[in-house]
């Protein structure tokens, strides 16, 4: 299971219907990869994009 985010991938994708035939975007979160790419494929997705954890503006502002 992931971390609470219910778009990580991590578990059991509910929304199977809408993500069939399709590109699942996922956000990083605890588990592996692997995890999220089999979990996406058990819903018949065709693909998956892992996306990063948005940032704060305070910490892109001390990365300048």
């Not at 059991?12 to 692997?34: D, E, Q, S």
């Amino acid at each position: 299971a992931g971390t609470g985010d219910l778009n990580d991938g991590c578990g059991v994708v509910t929304n199977a219907a809408a993500v069939a035939g399709k590109i699942a975007l996922v956000n990083r979160g605890t588990c592996t990869f692997t995890s999220k790419v089999k979990n996406a494929q058990n819903a018949g997705a065709v693909g998956v994009v892992t996306r990063a954890r948005q940032r704060s503006a305070t910490a892109l502002a001390r990365r300048r």
